[in-house]
């Protein structure tokens, strides 16, 4: 039988899920579960899409559109999110979901259709008439072993020696789904970097959609919370999403101390096996922290199609015509920025 792509219903979002899993390709950010969070937390129409052939599924495609008047009109896999694009068992299906996107990109009028890859696709998406960004975001994934002793020693001395400060700070740290003492911390480390505080109601959806697959760690200095990281689980990987530190957490190496606490419970708790630090965006303090932790840098793969006439989305704090609104941002009165930054990041996914 043919391929047939049709939307993700309800019903299908255990098969779906149970696809995704059993594909060595797939990530956490192709689940099911996006669907609701990014629909629920930010009102953006998604579009995910199955194929099927023979009554199984044989691909997924994890596809939403953000529209908003101040960052442009993306049709992306997927929103929020650092990896995306097809999944397929079979180059057919593979082609039935290209070409879906393709469908749906010229039929809604959104400016632009981005797909996400973590790993260059074969065949190569230039040679199908995409776009391939510049290298401006990369990754960064290395092994972990679960035994404390070798992965402290892993880490290169001058980092180490970061996280021996943290310690002899008497710094400590609890693992819970405590995400309103995340959402206090992270609100002023983003002001601090002159970003807007995605909504608290996000940090909740998560929560929510993935009660087994997240966590929230958070480092203690005398009982207070000085930095906290949302941290997310699939299968052997453990990826901290969401984090950042109050203004004391850099002196008192709190954020050194909890990354390291992540890959100490990730490994020894959780079982995990890679410690996949996200995405940053090249020559930021954060691309040269993930490097100072011994992590390689790899480029993402941003394929994507534009419609006649459009530009390519540069919704990125590295783009000059942001950097006014960076400075201003960061004088903010915290809650003033709290109120003002929600409305802001719909569009900054």
Same mark, same amino acid.
């Given at each position: 039988?043919? %391929?047939?792509?049709?939307?993700?219903? *309800?019903?299908?979002?255990?098969?779906?899920?149970?696809?995704?899993?059993?594909?060595?390709? @797939?990530?956490?950010?192709?689940?099911?579960?996006?669907?609701?969070?990014?629909?629920?937390?930010?009102?953006?129409?998604?579009?995910?899409?199955?194929?099927?052939?023979?009554?199984?599924?044989?691909?997924?495609?994890?596809?939403?559109?953000?529209?908003?008047?101040?960052?442009?009109?993306?049709?992306?896999?997927?929103?929020?999110?650092?990896?995306?694009? *097809?999944?397929?068992? &079979?180059?057919? @299906?593979?082609?039935?979901?290209?070409?879906?996107?393709?469908?749906?990109?010229?039929?809604?009028?959104?400016?632009?259709?981005?797909?996400?890859?973590?790993?260059?696709?074969?065949?190569?998406?230039?040679?199908?008439?995409?776009?391939?960004?510049? +290298? /401006?975001?990369?990754?960064?994934?290395?092994?972990? !072993?679960?035994?404390?002793?070798?992965?402290?020693?892993?880490?290169?001395?001058?980092? $180490?020696?970061?996280?021996?400060?943290?310690?002899?700070?008497?710094?400590?740290?609890?693992?819970?789904?405590?995400?309103?003492?995340?959402?206090? %911390?992270?609100?002023?480390?983003?002001?601090?970097?002159?970003?807007?505080?995605?909504?608290?109601?996000?940090?909740?959806?998560?929560?929510?959609?993935?009660?087994?697959?997240?966590?929230?760690? !958070?480092?203690?200095?005398?009982?207070?919370? %000085?930095?906290?990281?949302?941290?997310?689980?699939?299968?052997?990987?453990? /990826?901290?999403?969401?984090?950042?530190?109050?203004?004391?957490?850099?002196?008192?190496?709190?954020?050194?101390?909890?990354?390291?606490?992540?890959?100490?419970?990730?490994?020894?708790?959780?079982?995990?096996?890679?410690?996949?630090?996200?995405?940053?965006?090249?020559? &930021?303090?954060?691309?040269?922290?993930?490097?100072?932790?011994?992590?390689?840098? !790899?480029?993402?793969?941003?394929?994507?199609?534009?419609?006649?006439?459009?530009?390519?989305?540069?919704?990125?704090?590295?783009?000059?015509?942001? @950097?006014?609104?960076?400075?201003?941002?960061? $004088?903010? +009165?915290?809650?003033?920025?709290?109120?003002?930054?929600?409305?802001? &990041?719909?569009?900054?996914?």
């Amino acid at each position: 039988m043919a %391929v047939r792509v049709r939307p993700l219903d *309800p019903a299908s979002e255990g098969a779906w899920d149970a696809f995704v899993r059993a594909r060595p390709e @797939a990530g956490f950010f192709h689940l099911s579960a996006w669907a609701r969070v990014i629909e629920g937390a930010f009102r953006h129409k998604t579009h995910f899409a199955l194929a099927e052939q023979d009554g199984a599924i044989v691909g997924v495609l994890p596809l939403a559109r953000m529209k908003t008047a101040l960052f442009g009109d993306l049709l992306a896999s997927t929103p929020f999110c650092v990896y995306g694009g *097809p999944v397929a068992a &079979t180059p057919e @299906a593979a082609e039935a979901l290209e070409a879906h996107a393709i469908e749906l990109h010229r039929s809604t009028g959104a400016a632009c259709l981005e797909f996400r890859h973590l790993r260059l696709p074969v065949p190569d998406p230039a040679e199908r008439g995409w776009g391939m960004r510049p +290298p /401006l975001y990369w990754t960064f994934r290395k092994p972990i !072993t679960g035994d404390t002793e070798a992965d402290m020693k892993a880490i290169p001395r001058k980092q $180490r020696a970061m996280v021996r400060k943290g310690i002899s700070n008497g710094l400590t740290s609890v693992s819970n789904g405590d995400i309103d003492a995340l959402h206090r %911390v992270y609100a002023e480390s983003v002001r601090n970097l002159g970003s807007p505080v995605f909504p608290r109601r996000y940090f909740k959806a998560l929560a929510a959609a993935f009660p087994e697959e997240h966590d929230v760690t !958070t480092v203690l200095h005398e009982g207070r919370p %000085v930095a906290s990281v949302l941290n997310f689980h699939f299968r052997e990987e453990v /990826l901290p999403y969401y984090g950042g530190g109050t203004g004391e957490a850099r002196s008192l190496a709190a954020n050194d101390f909890m990354y390291w606490e992540v890959i100490r419970r990730a490994g020894a708790e959780r079982g995990a096996r890679l410690f996949d630090f996200g995405r940053s965006k090249s020559e &930021t303090g954060a691309f040269s922290f993930k490097k100072n932790w011994g992590f390689e840098p !790899t480029p993402l793969h941003y394929a994507y199609r534009l419609r006649p006439g459009a530009t390519l989305p540069e919704n990125n704090p590295k783009n000059p015509r942001y @950097a006014a609104m960076i400075k201003v941002w960061k $004088r903010l +009165p915290l809650p003033v920025a709290n109120l003002l930054g929600p409305p802001l &990041t719909r569009g900054l996914g």
